[in-house]
Antibody
Framework: QVQLVQSGAEMRNPGSSVKVSCKVS????????IHWVRQAPGQGLEWMGR????????IYAQKFQGRITITADESRTTVYMEVTTLRSEDTAVYYC????????WGQGSLVTVSS | EIVLTQSPATLSLSPGERATLSCRAS??????LAWYQQKGGQAPRLLIY???TRATGIPARFSGSGSGTDFTLTISSLEPEDFAVYFC?????????FGGGTKVEIK
């Protein structure tokens, strides 16, 4: 069984950055695929990017290229996603999800961008 | 990017009825398609992957079919806990994409 536990809700001003974490409880962390998906209020699901920690080569959706960075700390078995230059449209629940498909999901981290 | 179009947007049915949800891809995704269920305020849950394989613990009333560009999720007899939003998702080509969702509501 895999558990993904995310960091808590965040509130940010437009133009700032936020870093969300995802603690992964799995024996083989380094070879496990972790994705980030977001869901704006009342909207659908949007894939943002993914990493496999051992390869250190994240793949990002073109829409977010240059504005998000996904990293992994193997000593903490934790994956992070930083989003920069936040705007109001980035207000959403951000999920991490594990597996080739999204087999396991974190509980979600609400990020609110508002002045 | 591959666009996934789900239909209908809303399906109004009664418990015990059969639900048939459609997902159409703008280009072939082979069998690299999954279905997820999402209930209010919760993270999605994987139901079906590789078009027709049920995920661990998913009841047999859920089945998936299709390949290429046309896919179907069938719920053979709706239980009260099945009323939710369903999304399809492809992993054939970057970027990974989701359909817009079908809401299955109680009639």
């Amino acid at each position: 069984q895999v558990q993904l536990v995310q960091s808590g809700a965040e509130m940010r001003n437009p133009g700032s950055s936020v870093k969300v974490s995802c603690k992964v409880s799995r024996t083989t962390f380094s070879s496990y695929t972790i994705h980030w998906v977001r869901q704006a209020p009342g909207q659908g699901l949007e894939w943002m990017g993914r990493t496999i920690p051992m390869f250190r080569a994240p793949i990002y959706a073109q829409k977010f290229q240059g504005r998000i960075t996904i990293t992994a700390d193997e000593s903490r078995t934790t994956v992070y996603m930083e989003v920069t230059t936040l705007r109001s449209e980035d207000t959403a629940v951000y999920y991490c999800a594990g597996g080739d498909y999204f087999d396991y999901w974190g509980q979600g981290s609400l990020v609110t961008v508002s002045s | 990017e591959i666009v996934l179009t789900q239909s209908p947007a809303t399906l109004s049915l009664s418990p015990g009825e059969r639900a048939t949800l459609s997902c159409r891809a703008s280009q072939s995704v082979s069998s690299y398609l999954a279905w997820y269920q999402q209930k209010g305020g919760q993270a999605p849950r994987l139901l079906i992957y590789d078009a027709s394989t049920r995920a661990t613990g998913i009841p047999a009333r859920f089945s998936g079919s299709g390949s290429g560009t046309d896919f179907t999720l069938t719920i053979s007899s709706l239980e009260p806990e099945d009323f939710a939003v369903y999304f399809c998702q492809q992993r054939s080509t970057w970027p990974l994409t989701f359909g817009g969702g079908t809401k299955v509501e109680i009639k």
